[in-house]
């Protein structure tokens, strides 16, 4: 039983790239969440899958953000033209159903933008 | 701006000793309550989770309690352990299944 896996667990980049951070559920979990953690704080809520349908993005910093799960399982988090206030852990969790059932989280993505 | 207050921000205790954390939110419509603990450079692991009804739940030597009228919960460790250190959150979730975290406590147990 594989827990929540995400990659790479680090990332630097240049102010202004792009970069996709990637993300492989527990097999059968229907619900998908991303989160932003910044150093000393608790993850905030970006934006939230059921199988395949992205249900809520209202999370989303700006539209530099973009994340997709095309066939209900991988989902990649995709951030446009990088900038410094980027620099975050990227958590990803999946659970059976949205509020309901408990979240398991992956690693995180530790990203920097210099 | 923070729905979900916790206190202390951080706590550092000798091994052995107890010690409770504090969680007070204004999230509403409440669902549940959950603690959270997250070692360093991992990701949140649930610990308890506590519905409207529920004032206490017990996970080992951690001890959760809510108290829904006044939207106050606390996370109590009995006789800590070095490996207990790691922060502590706190997460309120909505009927509607919104999760709000709170920033966290950090404790740090020194032998």
């Known amino acids: 039983g594989a827990g929540v896996s995400q990659s790479p667990r680090y990332k630097v980049a240049k102010r202004g790239q792009d970069v996709a951070l990637r993300c492989d559920p527990i097999?059968?979990?229907?619900?998908l969440f991303w989160y932003q953690q910044a150093l000393g704080q608790g993850p905030e809520f970006l934006t939230y899958?059921?199988?395949?349908?992205?249900?809520?993005k209202s999370g989303l910093p700006s539209d530099r953000f973009f994340a997709e799960r095309p066939e209900g399982s991988v989902s990649t988090l995709k951030i446009q033209r990088t900038q410094q206030e980027d620099s975050a852990v990227y958590l990803c969790?999946?659970?059976?159903?949205?509020?309901?059932?408990?979240?398991?989280f992956g690693p995180g993505t530790r990203l920097l933008v210099l | 701006k923070n729905q979900v207050e916790q206190s202390p921000q951080s706590l550092i205790i000798l091994e052995g000793k107890n010690c409770t954390l504090q969680?007070?939110?204004?999230?509403?419509?409440?669902?549940?309550l959950r603690w959270y603990k997250q070692d360093t450079g991992r990701g949140p692991v649930s610990l308890t989770i506590?519905?409207?009804?529920?004032n206490t739940k017990s996970n080992g030597r951690y001890t959760a309690t809510l108290d829904a009228d006044t939207k106050q919960s606390s996370l109590h460790i009995t006789a800590s352990q070095l490996s207990d250190s790691a922060s502590y959150i706190c997460?309120?979730?909505?009927?509607?299944?919104?999760?709000?975290f709170g920033d966290g406590t950090t404790l740090t147990v020194k032998p």
């Open positions: 969790a999946s659970s059976l159903a949205r509020g309901q059932g408990t979240q398991y």
């Open positions: 097999s059968g979990h229907v619900s």
């Open positions: 899958f059921q199988n395949e349908a992205q249900l809520d």
């Open positions: 969680c007070n939110y204004t999230v509403s419509p409440f669902s549940n």
């Open positions: 506590m519905t409207f009804s529920e």
């Open positions: 997460v309120v979730n909505t009927n509607a299944g919104k999760s709000t």
